[in-house]
């Protein structure tokens, strides 16, 4: 399965993105599908994931109420909407999908290549 992270930019604090995964390749609706960020210098993290139902999400503390994770099947896209942005949440952004839920990097078979988001203060 290919993974097409698309949606990143620059905003100013307080801003929004919408974060896109397209799939190709194969159908991801029966994977979780998890959405990571690695800033400059530091270790790739968890930002949010879904269940391949989408009836169960999961966040980092940091971003809970202002992201949330969403999928549409039909469209083999997974989404990641991000609200308040701030300086903090400045990193490149990778989706990626695996069996079964977990929140290490380690574990997720397939990957997009990233987007990069900026946020300035």
């Known amino acids: 399965v290919q993974l097409q992270a698309s949606g990143g930019g620059s905003v100013q604090a307080g801003g929004y993105l919408r974060l896109s995964c397209a799939a190709s390749?194969?159908?991801?609706?029966?994977?979780?599908t998890g959405w990571f960020r690695q800033a400059p210098g530091k270790e790739r993290e968890f930002v949010a994931g879904?269940?391949?139902?989408?009836?169960?999400?999961d966040y980092v503390d940091s971003v809970k109420g202002r992201f949330t994770i969403s999928r549409d099947n039909a469209k083999n896209t997974v989404y990641l909407q991000m609200n308040l942005l701030t300086p903090e949440d400045t990193a490149v952004y990778y989706c990626?999908?695996?069996?079964?839920?977990?929140?290490?990097?380690?574990?997720?078979?397939?990957w997009g290549q990233g987007t990069e988001v900026t946020v300035s203060s």
């Open positions: 390749g194969r159908t991801i609706s029966p994977y979780f």
């Open positions: 990626a999908v695996r069996k079964y839920y977990s929140a290490g990097y380690h574990a997720y078979d397939y």
């Open positions: 879904i269940s391949s139902g989408g009836d169960s999400t």
